[in-house]
């Protein structure tokens, strides 16, 4: 679902992503992930070598937090466990910026459960993306009693 996330908001939004994975590995397939898309256009002419490539320089990787300082949203797209997600709240907050908004890709928790430790809970909200994210133009944004 990363993958498919950080394709639609580099190739088809524009905008510069940063994927964080706790292993080269993942931020390897979401990179192939785009890659696999934007070369098979290029293969039937609908996209040009260069355009792929500039495409692609959109995204980059990281095992750690660096780079997420000057993000103003951050996808995550993790699987549906409160723990682990609460967890990523507490640690984006404390590597990105002030102004950046957590956004889970959650389809079944209560993002206010998600947000329960946040120290800025208005800041968290739902980013539920339908899969396969590419083919699925559409997206739905969840807030709770505290967002802003």
Not at 5 to 32: E, M
Not at 95 to 122: K, M, R, V, Y
Request: aromatic content about 6%; proline content about 5%.
């Amino acid at each position: 679902m990363g993958g498919g996330i950080a394709y639609v908001t580099a190739c088809k939004g524009g905008l510069p992503v940063r994927i964080k994975d706790i292993q080269p590995g993942g931020i390897n397939h979401a990179l192939k992930y785009s890659w696999d898309l934007l070369n098979k256009q290029v293969r039937k002419r609908r996209l040009r070598p260069s355009e792929r490539d500039r495409q692609l320089a959109l995204i980059t990787g990281t095992t750690d937090y660096q780079g997420l300082t000057h993000r103003d949203v951050v996808i995550e797209a993790e699987f549906e466990d409160l723990a682990l997600k609460q967890r990523m709240v507490s640690e984006v907050e404390q590597n990105a910026g002030p102004q950046t908004i957590f956004a889970s890709n959650t389809s079944s928790l209560p993002i206010g459960d998600i947000a329960a430790h946040a120290s800025h809970t208005e800041r968290v909200i739902g980013l539920h993306f339908f899969s396969p994210v590419e083919k699925m133009p559409l997206v739905e944004v969840i807030q709770d009693k505290g967002t802003d």
